[in-house]
């Protein structure tokens, strides 16, 4: 009898920090704004206080915005494999070249976004914007004038 109890116990345990953990996840939306909210002078007036934080509007908000979160998180990832696919599927040659670099140029300037958040030499920042610029005024060209 004992054996069983304990497995059932230690079963108990390992399951809740999970489940404990994947609640806090899914009202960190919720409770992160009515804390910011909390500690603003307009959200003072609004009558919100840290007491508010795990309270009914802050589950109502994060019952809303957490199944947002995860859609905005998935939503691009299957956009880029739909493109891809998308790609593969052109026909003329010229096409499927303008696709391929279009990822080049995305990449690039997701390069120079990540380059503009962090104190690098300013030099580095301007020239991963212009390779940007460059590029996608190219990427651009190439089906106005340059593979015709």
């Given at each position: 009898?004992?054996?069983?109890?304990?497995?059932?116990?230690?079963?108990?345990q390992?399951?809740?920090?999970?489940?404990s953990?994947?609640?806090?996840?899914?009202?960190?939306?919720?409770?992160?704004?009515?804390?910011?909210?909390?500690n603003?002078?307009?959200?003072v007036?609004?009558?919100f206080?840290?007491?508010?934080?795990?309270g009914?509007?802050?589950?109502?908000?994060?019952?809303?915005?957490?199944?947002?979160?995860?859609?905005?998180?998935?939503?691009?990832?299957?956009?880029?494999?739909?493109?891809?696919?998308?790609?593969?599927?052109?026909?003329?040659?010229?096409?499927?070249?303008?696709?391929?670099?279009?990822?080049?140029?995305?990449?690039?300037?997701?390069?120079?976004?990540i380059?503009?958040?962090?104190?690098i030499?300013?030099?580095i920042?301007?020239?991963?914007?212009?390779?940007?610029?460059?590029?996608?005024l190219?990427?651009?060209?190439?089906?106005?004038?340059?593979?015709?």
């Amino acid at each position: 009898m004992k054996n069983t109890e304990v497995v059932s116990y230690a079963n108990t345990q390992s399951s809740e920090p999970f489940l404990s953990t994947l609640i806090e996840w899914a009202s960190f939306p919720g409770n992160w704004i009515v804390s910011t909210l909390a500690n603003m002078d307009i959200g003072v007036y609004l009558g919100f206080s840290e007491a508010d934080v795990d309270g009914v509007l802050s589950i109502a908000m994060s019952v809303v915005l957490t199944p947002l979160i995860i859609f905005l998180l998935i939503y691009p990832f299957k956009n880029l494999i739909d493109v891809i696919l998308h790609c593969a599927r052109h026909e003329q040659k010229k096409d499927r070249i303008k696709c391929k670099t279009g990822f080049l140029v995305l990449v690039l300037f997701l390069l120079a976004l990540i380059v503009k958040q962090y104190p690098i030499e300013p030099w580095i920042q301007d020239s991963a914007f212009v390779i940007f610029v460059i590029s996608w005024l190219v990427w651009f060209s190439q089906g106005r004038w340059l593979n015709k």
